[in-house]
Structure formats: structure tokens, C-alpha cells
T-cell receptor, first 113, second 114 residues
Framework: GQQVMQIPQYQHVQEGEDFTTYCNSSTTLSNIQWYKQRPGGHPVFLIQLVKSGEVKKQKRLTFQFGEAKKNSSLHITATQTTDVGTYFCAGYYSGAGSYQLTFGKGTKLSVIP | ETGVTQTPRHLVMGMTNKKSLKCEQHLGHNAMYWYKQSAKKPLELMFVYSLEERVENNSVPSRFSPECPNSSHLFLHLHTLQPEDSALYLC?????????????FGEGSWLTVV
């Protein structure tokens, strides 16, 4: 089946440092979504990318969709303790005939104050 | 408040028990989902319903039985589960069954099978 590979699995940063998580697919994605799950919480939608090469920003968060629509990244500038949680990417595959949003395993971010 | 409410939040059941998880969405959405989240695995889609009709069943064992009586309610009936079924079960909804729709998750039901 289709897989979305997400790295790294864990990331520990000092507060104020930057953080990046990457998602890669072997086949073209129709679109990609990013979710954040706080410890003990549930996934919450952050953003969706649809167009090739798209870049979107939300305050300190920058999301990118690759030109080939096979990879995506989330970059957080100057992390804060409120950024702690697990970040998931999730992609739809074109023409898969399925309603399945394929999730990556997530990157768990710890921020050391 | 997510707009998707799940009960119970925590459930401990024996392998011979029968129990049910309940989900209700207050968002007026037409699609509802059950996901399973276990340690070290990606979120796994179990079932998809659109307008109360099941449209996808991802090879889920028959000991899990979904029910969607209307577009606002979704149940997951549990019967003779195994310890490896212990996980967080997340209900979710979206406006329609479209790839670009946002998925809204409930807070989840933590299930422990003993």
C-alpha cells in the first residue's frame, strides 16, 4: 500500500532553536495535510497544501510542498514550549480510488526550556 | 471543544466482554471515520462512512463492528478483543468525503484489553 515516510521520529530542541520535520512519498500526492497532536490530546488540523511548490506560513510555522508533490516539510522558527507535541503529515494519493488519508508516523517534538 | 464527542474516554475490558464506543459530531458533517492509534504505528483508518453508508473497511477484524445510525452518530462495537487491540480509538468527521476536506478528530477513547 501507499506509505508516507516521516523523519525524524523524535526531535529534542532547546527553546529558541528551529525545528524541521520532513515527509516523503514514493508516488505523487494529490494534496498533503499537517496535524498537531499535543501530549494526551487528539490530532488537530494545521494546514493543507495542494499546489506544486506551494509554501504557506502560520506565524512561526512554514509549510512547503515539493515541486513534484512527493515531499513536504514543516519548519518551526524559534521553538517555544507551546510547540511541544507530535506533528503528522497526511497525504491523499491521486486516482487511488480510496478515501484514505495516509498518515506518516509523526515527529515527536520536545522543547527544553 | 472539537465538535466531535467520544464516550467513554477510557475503557478497560476483558477479552470476553462486549462493549461499544460512541461518537457524536455536532458539525453537520456527512462523513465519519474510525481511526486506531497505537504506539509506534501511524494512524490507521479503520472505517469510513458517508451519509450513513459504509464506503471503506480497511481489512479490520470482525471483532470490530461499526454502526452508523445517522450522519451524526457513529458506534464501534467491540467483541472478544485481544490485548494487542489496546490503543487510542479516534472518531473523526469531515464535511464531505473529499480529499481536500479537513478531518476533525474527537478526543479519543483509550481502550485497554486485559
Amino acid at each position: 500500500g501507499q506509505q508516507v515516510m516521516q523523519i525524524p521520529q523524535y526531535q529534542h530542541v532547546q527553546e529558541g532553536e528551529d525545528f524541521t520535520t520532513y515527509c516523503n512519498s514514493s508516488t505523487t500526492l494529490s494534496n498533503i495535510q499537517w496535524y498537531k497532536q499535543r501530549p494526551g490530546g487528539h490530532p488537530v488540523f494545521l494546514i493543507q497544501l495542494v499546489k506544486s511548490g506551494e509554501v504557506k506560513k502560520q506565524k512561526r510555522l512554514t509549510f512547503q510542498f515539493g515541486e513534484a508533490k512527493k515531499n513536504s516539510s514543516l519548519h518551526i522558527t524559534a521553538t517555544q514550549t507551546t510547540d511541544v507535541g507530535t506533528y503528522f503529515c497526511a497525504g491523499y494519493y491521486s486516482g487511488a480510488g480510496s478515501y484514505q488519508l495516509t498518515f506518516g508516523k509523526g515527529t515527536k517534538l520536545s522543547v527544553i526550556p | 471543544e472539537t465538535g466531535v464527542t467520544q464516550t467513554p474516554r477510557h475503557l478497560v475490558m476483558g477479552m470476553t466482554n462486549k462493549k461499544s464506543l460512541k461518537c457524536e459530531q455536532h458539525l453537520g458533517h456527512n462523513a465519519m471515520y474510525w481511526y486506531k492509534q497505537s504506539a509506534k504505528k501511524p494512524l490507521e483508518l479503520m472505517f469510513v462512512y458517508s451519509l450513513e453508508e459504509r464506503v471503506e473497511n480497511n481489512s479490520v477484524p470482525s471483532r470490530f463492528s461499526p454502526e452508523c445510525p445517522n450522519s451524526s452518530h457513529l458506534f464501534l462495537h467491540l467483541h472478544t478483543l485481544q490485548p494487542e487491540d489496546s490503543a487510542l480509538y479516534l472518531c473523526a468527521s469531515s464535511e464531505e468525503l473529499e480529499p481536500t476536506n479537513t478531518i476533525y478528530f474527537g478526543e479519543g477513547s483509550w481502550l485497554t484489553v486485559v
